[in-house]
């Protein structure tokens, strides 16, 4: 296996058995061709796709046609591919929310925080501290709109970074973030949970006011901030458990801590910055965050184990382990490839 395909998400067959590698590779034309025909039978059983169905054909295509490629646009397509099944999934879980929001879920974690926080959800302790009140904001409120929204660019940049500087370490984040990600949105379907900003508007718990809604309010920006008042024709409002605004941060904490050292500073207080804000924002529970950092560790750990076996397979026995972790500790979290670039 070379280094192209070290690390990289399931999706990309390279890592699959050599065999079906190289049978899309020697079949690619009939194989699509059966895909598209296949599909074409299918359309016409059961009439016009829906934008999700259409985004999975599309992704499946894509990797029909760029699986197995090591080099040139095609490597490019399948490395980033794992952003498409993201967006994919995110949009299967928001064409069901309005079905979702009937049996959305509120009392286990309001209890959870009540019961830990002394009897009041640290959202609400911390909008009466703030002084939060609906329709008007402080400067603080701005910079936890500029926090949130940081969940959408902060990890596909250290994403591209890694990408020009360390192939494995991008495909390793490649495979983690895909993974909790669809982990996140499995649970959205099994089990919708209201977050504190739509608790409040049912009832469930004292009022609170969305800060990211009202931010974008105030800068007179309707269509934007409609999407975030709980329409869930444009946005799913019960996608809050786990919390993948939680996860992602701490998914990099966990990724990148052995290959950093002044760097550990900046990612423990982003994590501490994120969970702040979602807290504050009336975004989260922080049962919604600790499950989100659950769902993180678990699929950390997970992988791991898979890239441990897979890439020293002696390292069931306890010097090889051992051997394994020291290079995690110097900073040669691959075993072979270190991060060269200096961390920003």
């Not at 529970?285 to 898979?306: C, E, K, P, Q």
Request: hydrophobic share 50%; glycine share 6%.
């Amino acid at each position: 296996m070379t280094d192209d395909t070290f690390g990289s998400p399931t999706l990309d067959l390279a890592t699959a058995p050599a065999a079906l590698a190289d049978l899309l590779v020697r079949r690619r034309v009939p194989i699509i061709a059966g895909y598209v025909v296949v599909t074409v039978l299918a359309r016409a059983a059961i009439g016009d796709l829906d934008r999700p169905a259409v985004l999975w054909w599309l992704v499946g295509l894509t990797a029909l046609s760029c699986a197995g490629a090591t080099h040139g646009p095609r490597r490019f397509i399948m490395d980033w591919l794992p952003l498409a099944v993201i967006a994919a999934g995110y949009d299967t879980v928001r064409a069901q929310a309005p079905d979702l929001l009937g049996r959305a879920i509120v009392r286990p974690q309001l209890r959870f925080d009540e019961d830990v926080f002394g009897g009041t959800a640290p959202t609400v302790q911390l909008q009466r501290w703030l002084d939060v009140k609906p329709d008007q904001v402080h400067w603080w409120d701005y910079v936890a709109w500029i926090a949130y929204l940081s969940h959408f660019f902060v990890t596909l940049t250290v994403a591209a970074f890694l990408y020009v500087k360390n192939r494995a370490l991008f495909k390793r984040l490649a495979a983690l973030i895909t993974t909790v990600s669809v982990a996140g949105f499995v649970t959205y379907f099994i089990i919708p949970a209201e977050p504190p900003w739509l608790a409040s508007r049912h009832g469930a718990l004292p009022p609170t006011s969305r800060v990211v809604h009202d931010i974008w309010t105030t800068l007179d920006l309707p269509s934007v901030a409609k999407v975030f008042n709980g329409d869930a024709k444009l946005a799913n409002p019960v996608a809050a458990l786990p919390s993948l605004h939680a996860a992602w941060p701490f998914m990099l904490l966990l990724l990148l801590w052995p290959v950093l050292r002044r760097g550990r500073v900046v990612l423990l207080g982003y994590n501490a910055l994120m969970v702040f804000v979602l807290v504050y924002g009336a975004e989260h529970y922080v049962s919604d965050i600790l499950l989100g950092w659950l769902y993180a560790t678990v699929v950390f750990l997970a992988w791991n184990r898979y890239w441990v076996h897979r890439d020293h397979p002696a390292a069931g026995s306890q010097r090889a382990r051992g051997r394994w972790l020291a290079t995690r500790r110097d900073g040669d979290v691959s075993g072979r490839v270190r991060l060269r670039a200096r961390t920003p």
